[in-house]
């Protein structure tokens, strides 16, 4: 979907298969900087780079175009496509270095952050070319970028601000109402939703967690919505510390937020209970 003269939106679908063979719809969201030449943001899971070849040519552009592509963090289904598009394109891979070995080295990946059937998710792995950071002012195929440091959902994530487009395009740091708590920091996603919501001449956000297009008054809202929510879950884990006392463990606290957030039990998963982890590690915000 186009959403500004240069900058596409592609809400991709996939599917994760649970060990009972159970498969669980999910989503994952890339993008495409249509300049001189196309530059992507973030490459989806493996099964999905098919689907943005094919969206590429369906606005009459060639794969072959990729120059560039810039990725918001190291996670898989940010990173899974990163294979398939060096071998059909090669370009140049930038991104976060605090980041580098899980971008780079997929077996730790799975080994720190285990998801799943993740291996089956990916392709590659390729090498980053060099390190964007906050700060950077960048235009690759001519369309003016510049990269915002917004950690808390992970240490490296980046955002990416097209100032001619008015374009914010945030990865995954802005948490969705309802959806699983996956973050590594709840100040640094605080103060990053903050600087976020702080930047000036934003005319439409783009979020990996939503499909929403977000546009004038409606980008402050949807950025108040993820602190709200991260509050929220912030304020229940320090009931239940309140309540069981320090030695409360991830499981706990994560089983009190889900039934308080009435999220479903299912998604008590290594990944929610790392983050649980990070959250009681780092004490009151
Ligand atoms: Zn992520």
Known sequence: ????????????????????????????????????????????????????????????????????????????????????????????????????????????????????????AVSGPVKLAGFIAEGDEISPGSVAVRVLHTPGHSAGSLSFFMPEEGALISGDVLPEPGTLPIYESVADTLASLEKLKTLERVKVLLSAMSRKVSRDEAVASHIESGQGYMREIDGLVQEVLSQKGDDVSPGEAAEFVFERLGLPRAGLIPIVLRSMKAHLDEGPI
Request: hydrophobic share 35%.
């Open 1 to 120: 979907m186009q959403i500004t003269p240069h900058v596409h939106c592609l809400w991709l679908e996939f599917e994760i298969k649970t060990p009972a063979g159970e498969r669980i719809p999910r989503f994952v969201t890339s993008y495409i900087l249509a300049g001189d030449t196309l530059t992507l943001i973030d490459t989806g899971v493996a099964s999905t780079a098919p689907d943005i070849f094919g969206y590429i040519e369906s606005i009459g552009r060639s794969p072959q175009e990729i120059t560039h592509v810039l990725l918001t963090h190291s996670h898989f289904d940010h990173i899974g496509g990163n294979g398939l598009i060096a071998e059909r394109a090669g370009p140049e891979f930038l991104g976060p270095e605090a980041e580098r070995r899980m971008i780079e080295d997929l077996d730790y990946q799975h080994g720190v952050r285990p998801v799943g059937r993740m291996r089956d």
